[in-house]
């Protein structure tokens, strides 16, 4: 079994797709099958399930999943720590992203670390599953480090350090009866008809979270998968209105912005394993967010 083997099943795994996994590896397709077969014909096991329209892992490959996981972290970790003695960062962080950064200049912080580390690349990611999905990945080895809102549970094999904590506001026209009020309780948004992110997305969950607390139910039928300028203009045309972190509600001054009597707090983190089992590059970049911390 050799190491690309590997990580060609990482690949098709990740995407449930042989042209996908192709495309993200940079190999040809016919190669990249091979690959597979051969790497199933040695394990004496088929790792996917080629009967349907889409792929699927066998029981075989779930098991070997993790596996071939920690077996790539190991080898890259045992690569780049040869690299960081030759005074020269390289390798690949994995980074989990969020669709908002709040008071943070993420993208500025990115930039600058690879102008300072142009032979380290780096691979974000989106996921639309909320912080669970990015704990999990941080935990079996595909993600190196992630932002992630605060998540129900701190799994203690991971280290956490909070970056900021943002307070929510209503947004709505100028011409809504709540603009100007200097605070709305959350009782008197029960009848709002609200325009957010669909389920999973944290701060679609922290929203409906404190209705639940208040004893209520958030009404949101217009669900938007993109980022706040896509919610402000629905907004601004009077489809609804919204709950934003009051750092993203300033980029929007054609609307209003009113505090909530009762805080909601979204609170983001810096996640990744503990700073011993990271990489020298990926330690270097965490070092450069947890700058960006706001007390």
């Known amino acids: 079994m050799e190491l ?8 098709v795994a990740d ?8 495309e993200r590896i940079r190999v040809v397709q016919s190669a990249l099958s091979s690959s597979i077969a051969k790497l199933e014909r040695e394990l004496g096991a088929a790792l996917f399930d080629r009967s349907r329209q889409r792929i699927t892992l066998t029981a075989a490959g779930e098991s070997f999943r993790p596996h071939a996981l920690r077996l790539l972290h ?9 690299i960081a003695f030759r005074g020269m960062l390289s390798g690949t962080i994995e980074f989990g992203s969020l669709i908002a950064f709040g008071p943070l200049d ?3 912080a990115l930039g600058e670390f690879h102008r300072e580390h142009p032979f380290v690349r780096l691979r974000l990611r989106l996921s639309q599953a909320g912080a669970s999905a990015y704990l999990a990945a941080l935990m079996e080895g595909s993600l190196d480090l992630a932002l992630v809102s605060e998540p129900n549970r701190f799994p203690p094999q991971l ?3 909070k970056l900021f904590a943002d307070p929510m506001v209503f947004v709505c026209r100028p011409d809504h009866p709540r603009a ?16 957010g992110f669909p389920r999973g997305f944290g701060l679609r969950g922290l929203i409906d979270d404190a209705f639940h607390a208040a004893g209520m139910q958030a009404n949101t039928p217009y669900e938007v998968p993109a980022g706040y300028g896509a919610i402000a203009e629905l907004v601004d045309n009077g489809l609804g209105t919204a709950f934003m972190p009051i750092s993203e509600a300033g980029r929007f001054p054609a609307l209003c912005a009113v ?3 009762e805080p909601v707090l979204w609170r983001v983190y810096l996640a ?3 700073p011993e089992r990271m990489t020298p590059a990926a330690r270097e970049l965490a070092d450069g967010l947890w700058s960006l911390r706001v007390p």
């Open 259 to 261: 505090r909530l009597a």
């Open 272 to 274: 990744s394993p503990p």
């Open 106 to 108: 993420v993208p500025k």
């Open 15 to 22: 995407e449930l797709s042989f042209t996908r996994a192709a």
């Open 180 to 195: 100007m009020q200097d605070r709305v309780s959350l009782r008197e948004l029960a009848a709002e008809e609200l325009v």
């Open 4 to 11: 690309r083997q590997v990580e060609h099943f990482v690949a």
């Open 159 to 161: 280290h956490l350090r």
């Open 74 to 82: 190991t080898a890259r970790e045992a690569s780049e720590s040869v």
